[in-house]
Each structure stands twice: as structure tokens, then as C-alpha cells.
T-cell receptor
Framework: DTEVTQTPKHLVMGMTNKKSLKCEQH?????MYWYKQKAKKPPELMFV???????INESVPSRFSPECPNSSLLNLHLHALQPEDSALYLC????????????????FGPGTRLTVL | KNQVEQSPQSLIILEGKNCTLQ??????????LRWYKQDTGRGPVSLTI?????NTKSNGRYTATLDADTKQSSLHITASQLSDSASYIC?????????????FGTGTKLQVIP
């Protein structure tokens, strides 16, 4: 199984809502990532988890709260978002932290399309 | 500052034709370079990963080249198909030991028309 799954595929929420994005992989990967991608732009790294511990937070606003309950799951909790947070949110995983070796490929999920009204 | 620039920004070609996408980078120290294909609204899918010592690597109709001296890479698509329509992203991994920085290029949007 070389797949990263994300749910939901689409999410529409108001600025006062609380919602969560979910990501799952069963490849035994120990590094998991959240990226945000705006239209026609490359993905921007948000968070990196390594061995279920948060290792990178790219100065993301606190209205985004990541959680890694176990080595296969990664959540992104959303609260009080702004319309400008509307984007495609991508989850990725890799055996170890990206780039440690050329074999450390990142596998991306299909993304969750988030719209904040 | 680590940068990855791609050209052209967009490209339209006829089905069956070949095309070449370019990637120039300034990241240092270089670890490896990856090309991804991303369909609209989907996650990127890896096409190739190239290390410093590799000049050419193929994956079906996709052939990537790397010139580490000039810090340039290209992705050549042979006999294009309609399904090749997508954005192609060049990603450079830099650093050594520990966490290495991942720098994404701005992408080339390819449209293959019948």
C-alpha cells in the first residue's frame, strides 16, 4: 500500500466553525507533513512530524492545530479560520525526514479542498 | 536564499509532440532534485529523483536531466498524451544531516491538445 489518504475531499466552513482534516498512511513512514497550496502556487510547508513529535512549525497561525495521534494518522484541527485560508491542504509522508537520502521519497495525498466563507 | 525557478510558466503542445521543461536552482548544499506531476486539485506524484552524481534518469516517456555544475535540470516528455496535461513541479532538497529543506519551484502548467 503506497497510498496517502485524506478526508474529506472537500470542506466548506464558516469562520466560527471548528473542523478537522485527516490524513492516513500505512507505509510505516515516520515523517508526516502538512502543506498548504493556493491556486497556481507551489505547496507551502506548514508542519512536519517526525516519530509522532512536531519537529517543524513554519510559523503557522494558531488557528491551525496539528495532531499526530499515532504513526499512521495526522490531523489538522481548524478553528476561527479566515477566507484567505481557503486552499488545497496536502498531507505527505516519507520514511524519514525528507531529503535524508535520495530514496526518502515523499508521497502526497490527494488533498482536501477547503473553502472558508 | 534558496530558490527554484521553472520555465516556461505555461506551455501548450499538440498531442504526440515532445516538450522540455526547465528548472534552475540556487539551493545549497544540494542533496537531490525531484520532478513531480500534479493534476489540478490533486496531490503531486513523483516522477523522478536525481542525486548529484546522476545526469539522466528516465521513467517511461519522462526523462530528467541534471547538470549540478550549472544547477539546471530539465524534464523531457516524449510523444505527449492528453493525460500529460498537468502542472510539473521541480523540487530541490538541500542541506545535510538532520532535516533538509524542501524548496518547491513555481511549476510549469502543461496543456496537451488534440
Amino acid at each position: 500500500d503506497t497510498e496517502v489518504t485524506q478526508t474529506p475531499k472537500h470542506l466548506v466552513m464558516g469562520m466560527t466553525n471548528k473542523k478537522s482534516l485527516k490524513c492516513e498512511q500505512h507505509m510505516g513512514h515516520r515523517a508526516m507533513y502538512w502543506y498548504k497550496q493556493k491556486a497556481k502556487k507551489p505547496p507551502e510547508l506548514m508542519f512536519v512530524y517526525s516519530y509522532e513529535k512536531l519537529s517543524i512549525n513554519e510559523s503557522v497561525p494558531s488557528r491551525f492545530s496539528p495532531e499526530c495521534p499515532n504513526s499512521s494518522l495526522l490531523n489538522l484541527h481548524l478553528h476561527a479560520l479566515q477566507p484567505e485560508d481557503s486552499a488545497l491542504y496536502l498531507c505527505a509522508s516519507s520514511r524519514g525526514l525528507a531529503g535524508l537520502s535520495s530514496y526518502n521519497e515523499q508521497f502526497f495525498g490527494p488533498g482536501t479542498r477547503l473553502t472558508v466563507l | 536564499k534558496n530558490q527554484v525557478e521553472q520555465s516556461p510558466q505555461s506551455l501548450i503542445i499538440l498531442e504526440g509532440k515532445n516538450c522540455t521543461l526547465q528548472c534552475n536552482y540556487t539551493v545549497s548544499p544540494f542533496s537531490n532534485l525531484r520532478w513531480y506531476k500534479q493534476d489540478t486539485g490533486r496531490g503531486p506524484v513523483s516522477l523522478t529523483i536525481m542525486t548529484f552524481s546522476e545526469n539522466t534518469k528516465s521513467n517511461g516517456r519522462y526523462t530528467a536531466t541534471l547538470d549540478a555544475d550549472t544547477k539546471q535540470s530539465s524534464l523531457h516528455i516524449t510523444a505527449s498524451q492528453l493525460s500529460d496535461s498537468a502542472s510539473y513541479i521541480c523540487v530541490v532538497i538541500s542541506g545535510s544531516g538532520g532535516y533538509q529543506k524542501v524548496t518547491f519551484g513555481t511549476g510549469t502548467k502543461l496543456q496537451v491538445i488534440p
